[in-house]
Structures are given as structure tokens and as C-alpha cells.
């Protein structure tokens, strides 16, 4: 529809204008809400994240190349059809993903905040309204939604073709700067050749940047689907198990505690773990596990036992499930009373 039509009904019809703003982020909340319902029947399909990213990545790559020529000609509903057909696609990226992050992240740890960032922004591509004040006014704004975006689902697609979260982590950072070599070529005025070197040259610093904030993102779509504390564990099953307390003179009479945890994984990854038992806060026992193997609906389950208990024994016990590289996988908690 021409500017000049859309003025006039806008200015006739307040409501009309209303409308079409909520109503398009209603529409575009609903169809992500319909997709991440059939997301959440079961497993991240791989082939559908692989399918959308190639999508987007096309489109983004054809509309970055032909925006200015666009804009020269007048033709702005084009121009406003691409910037939609990107928004959708990134928004519809993040709630794919959401439900893995969700069942992934530590609420009370560091990788809660990557949790929030998708959901935010998820939410923010829904909204149109939200999306036109803070993100649509900024170039660089708009390309380091669909980087996020990118770097989000390749996170999560591609330890499900039996990649390890930390390669997958350092991968996905690359590929999704390297993804942002169109925007590099500032409209033509940079060749090609010089674009990708200065993408592959800042895909080298994003990977030191997720190397060293891997903390922050949940190791996704690994998670903990059991956990149990209790005296011991015998044939792969918990003996004596804690209902979230015990008194210390029973632990003393133990001698011994036992976590339980039960990592799912999908099937052909293999990830090295380890227990990290903290007492208030403060580590004293690091247990390497044997290595997950994916592919079991109930979970790889594996425990540690730890002897190294020392009075006093109150306090508030913590069990860290981490990727042998650091990321924290899940918590198993309880308390140790007078």
C-alpha cells in the first residue's frame, strides 16, 4: 500500500492504525506460541532449526545486497515485507530454542541471564510496537538481533548431531558472525573478499568472548532430568534418600553422602562431567564422572560419593553438574541441619 494511502487512513481511521500494529504483533505472538507447542512435543528438531537458519540466512544475505537499490526506487513495501520476513524468522528462531535453554538453565546461576536475554528478545520480535523503539531504529541493532538469534539455535542444533556443547558453544559464535559478512560490505561500497576477512577476523574475537563467558550460556538442550541426594547409591539407584534435610548426627553416623543425578543428552553425544559439591558456598570436592552417552529418555545416570565431610557439618549442601569445560549443566541441593 503507498505511503501517501496509508497517511490518509491513518489520519481518518486512528483505529486503523492501532490495529494494524497490535493486531500484527498479536498475529506474530500466536503463530511463535502454535511453533513453540509443536517444538515442545518433543526433542529440538534439528532439521527444522537447520532449515529456518539457511531461510534466514538467504534472505538476510539477498535483502542487505538490495535494500539500498530498493530505497532508491521508492519501493518501501518492499523493503518493509524483507524487514518482516527477517523479524518473523529470527522470532520464530528464539522460541524454537526456548523451551531447551529453559529446561537447561540454573535459575540461581550465571546462565539464568542467557535464559532471560532469548526470552526478552523473543518477546520483543512478537511485539511490534516494543521492536519499532528499540530495536528497528539502529542498523547494528537489527544485525546483532539476527546474530543472537543465530548463535542461539546453532547452540542448541548442533550438539543434536552429536557435537559437544563447548564446540558447539565456540562454533555457533563463529558461524553467526561470519553469517554478518553482508552487513560488512556497507552497501556494496566494501568488496566481498575484504568483507569475509573482517568477518572471519571478528568471528576469531567472538569466540574468545563465548570462550570466556561460557558460564553464561546453559549447555543446552543437555539437562538434568533426576536428581537425588541420599546416604549411598547401590546398583545405580539411591539408598537413604534426603528429602531436602537431614541432621548432621545422622550424616555423622553415615560418614558419607551421595548425589544422584540423571543427565538427558541427545543420542551419539558423548560429554566428560563432574560433580562439584560446595558447602555455603564454598568448594570442597571435585569428582570427574563418567562420560555422558545420549540417547536415553530417563537420563545417563551417574553419582558421586563424597567422605570428605568435616565438622561442622551444617549448612546448606550444593551439587554443580558441569561439562568437563565448565558449564553448569544443573544443581542438586539440600541441607544439612543441627
Known amino acids: 500500500m503507498p505511503a501517501t494511502v496509508w497517511s490518509e487512513l491513518d489520519a481518518r481511521y486512528p483505529w486503523l492504525g492501532w490495529l494494524w500494529r497490535w493486531g500484527l504483533s498479536a498475529w506474530s505472538l500466536g503463530l511463535g ?139 555457533s559464535a563463529a558461524l553467526a558472525v561470519v553469517a554478518l559478512a553482508p552487513a560488512l560490505r556497507r552497501g ?6 575484504n568483507a569475509h576477512v573482517r568477518a572471519t577476523l571478528l568471528a576469531g574475537l567472538a569466540m574468545v568472548v563465548v570462550w570466556y563467558g561460557r558460564a553464561v550460556v546453559p549447555p543446552a538442550p ?17 539408598v537413604d534418600t534426603i528429602q531436602g534435610s537431614v541432621p548432621a548426627a545422622t550424616v555423622a553416623e553415615w560418614g558419607e ?11 551419539g553425544l558423548q ?15 571435585r569428582i570427574p564422572l563418567s562420560p555422558v552417552r545420549g540417547g536415553r529418555a530417563e537420563g545417563f545416570r551417574t553419582y558421586s560419593i563424597t567422605r570428605n565431610l568435616k565438622p561442622p557439618l551444617e549448612g546448606r549442601y550444593t551439587v554443580d553438574v558441569v561439562t568437563a569445560s565448565g558449564q553448569l549443566i544443573g544443581r542438586l541441593g539440600f541441607t544439612v541441619t543441627p
Do not use: K
Open 33 to 171: 506460541l502454535f511453533m513453540l507447542f509443536v517444538f515442545r512435543r518433543g526433542l529440538p528438531n534439528v532439521g527444522w532449526i537447520a532449515g529456518y537458519l539457511l531461510l534466514l540466512w538467504c534472505l538476510y544475505t539477498a535483502f542487505t545486497e538490495l535494500r539500498g537499490t530498493l530505497e532508491q526506487r521508492g519501493r518501501q513495501d518492499v523493503v518493509d515485507a524483507g524487514e518482516y520476513l527477517i523479524l518473523s524468522l529470527c522470532h520464530n528462531l528464539l522460541l524454537f530454542v526456548l523451551p531447551a535453554y529453559y529446561a537447561s538453565a540454573t535459575l540461581t546461576s550465571a546462565n539464568a541471564l542467557f535464559l532471560a536475554a532469548v526470552a526478552a528478545l523473543a518477546l520483543a520480535t512478537a511485539v511490534e510496537p516494543v521492536y519499532r523503539r528499540l530495536i528497528h531504529p539502529w542498523a547494528w541493532r537489527r544485525h546483532l538481533l539476527l546474530a543472537f538469534a543465530m548463535f542461539a539455535a546453532l547452540n542448541v542444533a548442533l550438539p543434536l548431531v552429536g557435537v559437544r556443547p563447548i564446540l558447539a558453544l565456540e562454533g
Open 271 to 285: 560429554q566428560a562431567i563432574r560433580h562439584v559439591w560446595s558447602r555455603n558456598g564454598v568448594p570442597f570436592a
Open 222 to 238: 543437555l539437562f538434568l532430568a533426576r536428581t537425588v541426594a541420599a546416604r549411598a547409591v547401590t546398583d545405580l539407584m539411591p
Open 257 to 267: 553422602l551421595a548425589a544422584y543425578t540423571a543427565v538427558y543428552a541427545p543420542g
Open 188 to 193: 556494496g561500497a566494501v568488496p566481498w573478499r
